[in-house]
């Protein structure tokens, strides 16, 4: 289970990866994440706040995770 650290460790990560920005100096040749996939699917959306010119909210949405994890 992955805790606030894990998190933002992969943040740093992601943006070294990505960007090469927040990597460490000395290991930035070692940063490797596993190329993962996932699909992220809504399958029911409800807004509110719907007057005109403002902003709307997301009242409750039912969503599908697929997540495909490299094989080893």
Do not use: Q
Not at 10 to 30: A, F, L, T
Request: proline share 6%; hydrophobic share 30%; aromatic share 6%.
């Amino acid at each position: 289970m992955l805790n606030h650290d894990d998190y933002e460790n992969m943040g740093r990560i992601h943006r070294c990866n990505r960007w090469s920005i927040d990597c460490p100096p000395e290991s930035n040749d070692e940063i490797v994440v596993d190329r993962s996939r996932g699909i992220l699917t809504i399958t029911d959306l409800e807004l509110g706040n719907l007057i005109p010119n403002e902003r709307a909210c997301i009242e409750s949405m039912k969503f599908k995770v697929e997540i495909y994890l490299p094989t080893e």
